[in-house]
């Protein structure tokens, strides 16, 4: 592996570090500002706008595709610095870029599964930044780290009209609260009795106002509603019938394509993560050389060295084992780099949470209040132990893994 950035990518570099402190970063307080003033929490500032018109023109627009037809074509080597870039703002960044979940994971599901007519359809304007959308996996009743437990129903009808019913609930589905969510990937079980229980489920499109969907209501994350990503919604599907032809590839294949969106969506949240940690880590120094405390600067104190030290070192840590499976992702493919994906996904949120939970010590009771963004990073950072796959899951694969050599 070569530890150098390509040409294009220190130029896409540079660019996107220039255009994040141009725009991005003053942003933060207006969207804030805005959004006190908006009708529904759930509308969207201005400035998001503006931030997007902005990145399009410069070109960093769908960085993450790596498909030349529908995406800027790069490599996931080439992508993960810049990733690590936008998670240093994970609220502004990656809309502004197009290149925000759960968004990123469904155009590649649709860009790999869709049928031309899906694409058309709701690729697209996904594309083109025009709608947002959500995917619907994750469900209250049930134990969801386990994806086979899933209990909504994907029928067809009884009348004899070409169509599916969908019925069951499911929660936690980010981006459903946002009022440009035209569309939902919904995953339920077409054949569940099926002998293959890797073989019951399916995934359909089901557009947001069909009839017998309901979005309940919003799920909060440690407090927060999370305004930016549109919210972590409840959602109710109650008999809801979309046609035969909003099936996602083939029945039986909704678990297979999960498992297609969810690797790419991991190593995504990682090369965020690094970002959000070094946003912590200068927020921290910085914090360290303003204060005094005990006749001395908080830089001069033993233990904030420390603490300063080791966030450097974890991060420097974190990066090279990202860097190394979006290597492999690009030379031997997800499935060869499966153990790497599980590794980070493991490693990564659980070190930046330390970071970042050592940066609000740093800022006493600021820490914990809305004056820096540390408190939303670390409610963003631990949510990411559970989400695409709790960190047991990947500690289980990865053992069973590692002790088959020895069997």
């Known amino acids: 592996m070569d530890f150098a950035f390509d040409a294009r990518t220190e130029e896409l570099r540079a660019k996107l570090l220039a255009f994040m402190d141009e725009y991005v970063y003053p942003a933060e307080a207006v969207a804030e500002e805005q959004r006190a003033r908006l009708a529904s929490p759930w509308d969207i500032p201005a400035v998001v706008e503006e931030l997007k018109a902005e990145a399009r023109r410069q070109g960093l627009w769908n960085l993450f595709l790596p498909d030349t037809e529908y995406g800027a ?133 089901v557009p947001r106002d069909t009839p017998g969907v309901t979005v309940k209501r919003a799920m909060r994350v440690f407090g927060y509603e999370d305004h930016s990503h549109g919210g972590h919604a409840e959602v109710v599907f109650d008999h809801a019938r979309v046609p035969v032809t909003n099936l996602v590839g083939e029945e039986g294949g909704g678990f297979a394509i999960a498992q297609a969106r969810l690797g790419p969506g991991r190593i995504h949240h990682c090369m965020r993560l690094i970002g959000m940690a070094e946003r912590a880590i200068e927020l921290m120094c910085r914090r360290a050389v303003s204060r005094d405390a005990f006749g001395k600067a908080l830089a001069q104190q033993g233990v904030v060295h420390n603490w300063i030290a080791d966030a450097r070192v974890t991060v420097e840590q974190l990066r090279l084992l990202v860097l190394k499976t979006a290597w492999l992702m690009d030379t031997v493919g997800n499935r060869g780099a499966h153990a790497e994906i599980q590794a980070i996904k493991i490693a990564t949120p659980r070190a930046v949470v330390d970071i970042i939970d050592r940066a609000i010590q740093l800022h006493g009771a600021g820490g914990v209040s809305q004056d820096f963004p540390l408190a939303e990073l670390y409610a963003g950072a631990r949510t990411l132990m559970i989400a695409d796959g709790p960190d047991e899951v990947h500690q289980r694969s990865l053992a069973r893994r590692e002790l088959k050599k020895y069997l």
């Open 73 to 205: 074509g790069l490599t996931n080597l080439q992508y993960a610095p810049l990733a690590e870039i936008t998670g240093r703002s994970p609220q502004l960044a990656p809309t502004a870029l197009n290149c925000a979940a759960p968004d990123t994971g469904n155009m590649e599901v649709l860009t790999q599964f869709g049928d031309e007519q899906q694409k058309k359809q709701w690729l697209e304007p996904l594309l083109a930044g025009e709608i947002r959308s959500a995917f619907a996996m994750t469900e209250p009743e049930v134990a969801s780290s386990d994806a086979t437990n899933i209990t909504t129903h994907i029928e067809r009808a009884s009348d004899g009209t070409d169509e599916y019913v969908i019925t069951g609930r499911k929660w936690y589905i980010s981006g459903a609260m946002n009022p440009d969510c035209k569309i939902f990937i919904v995953m339920g079980k077409t054949d569940p009795d099926g002998d293959d229980i890797r073989r019951q489920q399916s995934m359909v499109l």
